[in-house]
């Protein structure tokens, strides 16, 4: 398979050896393509572009690097990059999906709701932080719902 659009049973996009693998709720598979341009073209599918999912977020929260993006705000699909994006190691994470995260080494693994586990290779502390990039935008995202109502 060569394309595929994130969804909310999207849990996880790992690189490896240029593909990706792609972790749902209940199957993991390969994709014949890099997270980054899985997660472009997820944007795009729901009418956006990266780029600018990542724009908006700064304007939203002020952090500018390596920052969650709303990849679809109805099913509140919120993704955070493991890495810097351009790097060829770089995961993308749902948000909504993880349970805790647990420092393994220099390593993370990822508990999820589903009582299911990922390791990502890397540290803990930018696992929390990515976490807490998230909490703010979805914390942003509820307030602004709230204040339309």
Request: a positive charge.
């Given at each position: 398979?060569?394309?595929y ?86 995961s ?17 693994i ?40």
């Amino acid at each position: 398979m060569d394309s595929y659009e994130v969804n909310k049973d999207t849990v996880a996009l790992i690189p490896k050896d240029g593909k990706t693998i792609v972790y749902e709720v209940d199957k993991s598979f390969v994709i014949n393509n890099k997270p980054l341009k899985i997660m472009e073209e997820s944007c795009e599918y729901f009418g956006s572009s990266l780029v600018g999912r990542q724009v908006g977020t700064s304007k939203l929260i002020g952090f500018t690097h390596k920052v969650p993006i709303i990849v679809e705000e109805s099913f509140d699909l919120i993704f955070f990059p493991t890495l810097s994006p351009n790097n060829k190691d770089c995961s993308w994470i749902s948000y909504s999906h993880i349970l805790k995260p647990i420092k393994h080494e220099n390593n993370t693994i990822l508990e999820l709701k589903n009582g299911k586990k990922i390791m990502v290779n890397v540290s803990s502390s930018i696992i929390d932080n990515q976490l807490y990039r998230s909490s703010r935008l979805k914390e942003v995202l509820v307030d602004r719902k709230i204040d339309k109502k």
